[in-house]
């Protein structure tokens, strides 16, 4: 059974709009290497079914006044903080709709790392995320504008993290459907880590266990140093 494609840009949208990969990285150094290895999703967080492709990324709308911190506070980190992102991994059975994908980041320091957390922290993101869907392809042929809720379990994960997840109804095979879209950002020691994650029906049943992974791997990267 094939769902429609318009799920598949789903999977582009949270870290498109909050944690954007365009343009190169700054100068990695080994710990930062070593960081940015263990922050990216790979293949082995995943199902064995599931495929991947270079990761992709939109422009998001400069017009949301809500997202005009966030934007300034990546362009920033974009030019001056090594960074690398996942390939975007999917379910095929889904035709795209359930993905994961994830950008880590390696600051100076835990200050400097928790700072840039706070843009991703309060109502501000959580509407920036709102608007920028409500306004994609994929919103636009919603049957409702996007509802947007906190993540709820993310006690323990990592030093300090933060979450929202969108609702949106979208049409599989003429009915509305309920698709969920998760961004996750964690702070770990010296680094961000920023997750997206997608699914329709409910939640991604994955996605905490990829994030205890990834989390799992940063933190021993950087006791290992």
Same mark, same amino acid.
């Given at each position: 059974?094939?769902? $429609?494609?318009?799920?598949?840009?789903?999977?582009?949208?949270?870290? #498109?709009?909050?944690?954007? !990969?365009?343009?190169?990285?700054a100068a990695e150094s080994k710990s930062d290497k070593a960081i940015l290895k263990a922050g990216?999703?790979?293949?082995?967080?995943?199902? @064995?079914?599931?495929?991947?492709?270079?990761?992709? +990324? +939109?422009?998001?709308?400069?017009?949301?006044?809500? *997202?005009?911190?966030?934007? &300034?506070?990546?362009?920033?980190?974009?030019?001056?903080?090594?960074? @690398?992102?996942?390939?975007? =991994? +999917?379910?095929?059975? $889904?035709?795209? #709709?359930?993905? &994961?994908?994830?950008?880590?980041? #390696?600051?100076?320091?835990?200050?400097? #790392?928790?700072? !840039?957390?706070?843009? =991703?922290?309060?109502? @501000?993101? @959580?509407? *920036?995320?709102?608007?920028?869907?409500?306004k994609s392809p994929v919103g636009k042929r919603a049957g409702a504008p996007p509802t947007v809720s906190p993540v709820t379990d993310l006690q323990g994960v990592g030093d300090e993290a933060a979450g929202h997840e969108l609702t949106i109804d979208v049409p599989v095979q003429g009915q509305l459907t309920p698709a969920f879209i998760d961004f996750i950002a964690v702070r770990v020691g010296r680094a961000f880590v920023g997750f997206g994650f997608t699914n329709v029906g409910e939640r991604i049943p994955e996605g905490p266990g990829v994030v205890q992974a990834v989390v799992a791997r940063v933190a021993d990267a950087q006791a290992s140093k």
């Open positions: 059974m094939r769902r $429609t494609r318009i799920l598949a840009p789903l999977v582009a949208v949270p870290l #498109a709009v909050l944690v954007a !990969f365009a343009g190169p990285a990216v999703i790979t293949k082995d967080d995943v199902p @064995a079914s599931w495929t991947s492709k270079k990761g992709s +990324s +939109s422009e998001p709308d400069r017009s949301i006044r809500e *997202c005009r911190k966030i934007r &300034a506070a990546i362009e920033k980190a974009k030019k001056n903080q090594p960074r @690398a992102d996942s390939r975007d =991994f +999917s379910n095929p059975i $889904t035709d795209g #709709a359930t993905s &994961a994908q994830s950008t880590v980041y #390696a600051f100076k320091d835990a200050t400097a #790392a928790g700072k !840039f957390l706070a843009n =991703f922290q309060g109502d @501000a993101a @959580a509407t *920036c995320l709102q608007k920028s869907i409500a």
